[in-house]
């Protein structure tokens, strides 16, 4: 099945400052999204994206689907902003999200 | 947005009974909806695809026996554990995918505990 890498695994960071996630995937994707996860297991929507750029408010994310890789940025960062990152793609044979790993953000005051 | 309800949040059992975790998609229609198991400090693992009106699909070592999917409506899917035992215990998400859609939207999960 498709394999999903995230890196890095683990960061930390002052508030204030921006930071990059990466994801790749080994094969061709019909869908790929990128979530929060909170200290309360609910896992928030950040982007539907198998191509392309989108923005929302701080935080943004490339997929570039010829090269097999996504990056989420966050801008800013916030304390709120800490927590647990996952991507998740479809493949062209499946109709679930497989997970990535996951980057566990922690942003201090 | 699409709201998928997830119940009970959070359960605690002994060991031997079973437990029936509902997921319910509140302002669509899903035909596929999806069972996630989540073990503390690791990501989500694909356990069964469920198909409304027919059978579930389970990944890989994943026992059906154990873990009874039931996709009765285009809105209700529930995962019944079986004979629950403390190896069960974790966090299970559901997710839905609208009809005609392809973004997956899940519900808040559930901690299970067996004692």
């Known amino acids: 099945g498709i394999q999903v890498e995230q890196s890095p695994p683990d960061l930390i960071l002052q508030e204030g400052a921006n930071s990059t996630l990466r994801c790749n995937f080994s094969?061709?994707?019909?869908?790929l999204q990128w979530f929060h996860q909170n200290p309360w297991g609910q896992l928030i929507n950040l982007f539907y994206?198998?191509?392309g750029t989108k923005q929302n408010g701080r935080l943004s994310a490339t997929t570039v689907a010829t090269e097999r890789y996504s990056l989420l940025y966050i801008s800013s960062s916030q304390t709120t902003d800490s927590g647990v990152y996952f991507c998740a793609v479809v493949d062209q044979a499946g109709t679930a999200l497989i997970f990535g790993k996951g980057t566990t953000l922690s942003v201090s005051s | 947005g699409a709201v998928v309800s997830q119940h009970p949040s959070r359960v605690i059992c002994k060991s031997g009974t079973s437990v029936k975790i509902e997921c319910r998609s509140l302002?669509?229609?899903?035909?596929?909806m999806f069972w996630y198991r989540q073990f503390p400090k690791q990501s989500l693992m694909l356990m069964a695809t469920?198909?409304?009106?027919?059978?579930?699909?389970?990944e890989q070592g994943v026992e059906k026996d154990k873990f009874l999917i039931n996709h009765a409506s285009l809105t209700l899917s529930t995962l019944t554990v079986t004979s629950a035992h403390p190896e069960d215990s974790s966090f299970y998400i559901c997710?839905?995918?609208?009809?005609?859609?392809?973004?997956?939207?899940f519900g808040s999960g559930t901690q299970l505990s067996v004692l």
């Open positions: 997710s839905a995918r609208p009809d005609g859609g392809e973004k997956l939207f």
């Open positions: 469920s198909n409304e009106g027919s059978k579930a699909t389970y």
């Open positions: 994206i198998p191509s």
């Open positions: 302002d669509f229609q899903a035909t596929t």
């Open positions: 094969d061709s994707v019909n869908n």
